[in-house]
């Protein structure tokens, strides 16, 4: 492997989750992606309805 | 006892480390909950407390929410209690999840007709403020990774880019750390100082939203502050800076490269175009998931108007919890020790850089999107 992709590819941290310790390990990009589209499905099919939320 | 059983801790321990760590976690999340309803009591309730006060009535949850997040971080941090209840004090999280829920309310055809001037501006934004950052940064000597990680910060979307631009230049955690600092402390006043500026010059809302959109760093304190405005002015807000998050991976691959290939020189080098989608914000896919989802829902909807109204209502009222929850973390993360130890003259530059990027935001601001309408 050449410098430039270890800078690349191993060092660089994932551009949206700042590191921290202890902290969870999950990829909140793709988790607020998925969180967000499931809410927003159950929004449209009315689980989620107009009363629910405060 | 072999050795690797000597070292291992015993498992009553480990067990006790792991109840603890839960315990710490859901109260974490309790207290940020039991901040959230406050934060929406205050909102609901202060101006019906002071009739008198008219101006209270334009204030808007964000403001209670970061107000919440403030006295809530100093009193955790005299009790010491800060960084064992910050568990559920996930910004990043909670505003990208708010954002998706953003773009269920926005018709996709407005995303794909604002993309258009959204790029043009982010794309001259971010290389003019990126090199002016770097050229005021040589002149006040800082280390040429700072500045790199400044620059980034200043140019595109403030703790992420940096993030982005520190693991592209190899830099030093102080470095970041430094940044980011910097970052929440310019951007915790922007978010009302440039709603009351937009107020000031009497800018449209659409216009305010692409200035705050271009300008402010943090992708939250863009929420917050096109919050402030309006409705139409977090849309268009919203839209322009995830334009400009979507440019963080090209950023951070033409750092890479300019650091290998110029700074440090290294022979036999090369840079993958993987790190382009690696540091790619994949929660802009959700938000133009959503805005499609919710599109074709409504479309497709034999009674369209009620349609519309679900996902109003009950889209819009789930969207503001996750934002006050974002806002209220805000709050609770915000450190002055950090933003102490930045020294002089990174606040220097990055106030030089900040000032340029207000004044070029609205003059792109006005041109791109003066004749745009939502409607």
């Known amino acids: ?54 | 006892m072999s050795r690797a059983e000597a070292v291992r801790p015993a498992a009553p321990a480990l067990a006790t480390e792991g109840f603890a760590r839960w315990g710490w976690t859901a109260a974490s999340i309790i207290l940020l909950l039991l901040l959230g309803g406050l934060v929406r009591f205050l909102d609901t309730n202060v101006a019906t407390w002071f009739p008198k006060v008219a101006w209270l009535k334009s204030v808007e949850f964000p403001v209670y929410a970061i107000a919440v997040g403030l006295v809530g971080g100093v009193v955790l941090g005299a009790l010491g209690l800060r960084d064992r209840l910050s568990a559920a004090f996930r910004t990043e999280f909670l505003i990208k999840t708010g954002l998706v829920l953003l773009g269920a309310s926005i018709n996709l055809a407005i995303i794909a007709r604002a993309a258009g001037p959204a790029f043009v501006q982010s794309v001259v934004l971010i290389s003019s403020v990126f090199l002016l950052s770097w050229w005021v940064g040589g002149r006040f000597g800082l280390d040429p990774k700072l500045r790199a990680v400044l620059s980034a910060a200043v140019s595109i979307c403030g703790v992420s880019a940096a993030i982005a631009a520190a693991g592209a230049v190899a830099a030093r955690k102080e470095q970041l750390v430094y940044v980011t600092s910097l970052v929440i402390l310019f951007a915790l006043p922007s978010i009302f100082i440039q709603p009351w500026l937009a107020q000031q010059l009497g800018l449209s809302h659409v216009v305010a939203g692409a200035w705050i959109g271009g300008n402010i760093d943090t992708t939250a304190a863009v929420t917050a502050a096109g919050t402030i405005v309006g409705d139409d002015a977090l849309k268009i807000a919203a839209i322009v800076k995830q334009t400009q998050n979507a440019l963080m991976g090209v950023v951070a691959v033409l750092l890479t490269a300019y650091f290998v290939f110029r700074v440090e020189r290294v022979e036999g080098v090369s840079v993958g175009l993987g790190a382009l989608w690696q540091r790619f914000p994949k929660f802009i896919l959700g938000f133009i998931g959503a805005s499609a989802l919710a599109t074709l829902f409504i479309n497709a909807s034999a009674d369209t108007k009620g349609a519309g109204d679900i996902v109003a209502t009950a889209g819009t009222n789930l969207r503001i919890w996750f934002f006050i929850l974002a806002f209220v973390c805000i709050g609770l993360e915000f450190r002055p020790a950090d933003v102490r130890e930045a020294g002089v003259r990174p606040v220097a530059v990055f106030a030089v850089a900040t000032i340029g990027n207000l004044v070029l935001a609205l003059l792109l601001a006005l041109l791109l999107f003066s004749n745009f309408h939502l409607s």
């Open chain 1, 1 to 54: 492997m050449t410098h430039g992709q270890v800078v690349a590819e191993t060092e660089a941290p994932e551009a949206s989750t700042p590191p921290q310790a202890g902290g969870w390990r999950i990829n909140e990009d793709w988790a607020a992606t998925v969180v967000g589209l499931i809410l927003v499905v159950l929004v449209l099919v009315g689980i989620i309805g107009k009363g629910i939320i405060p």
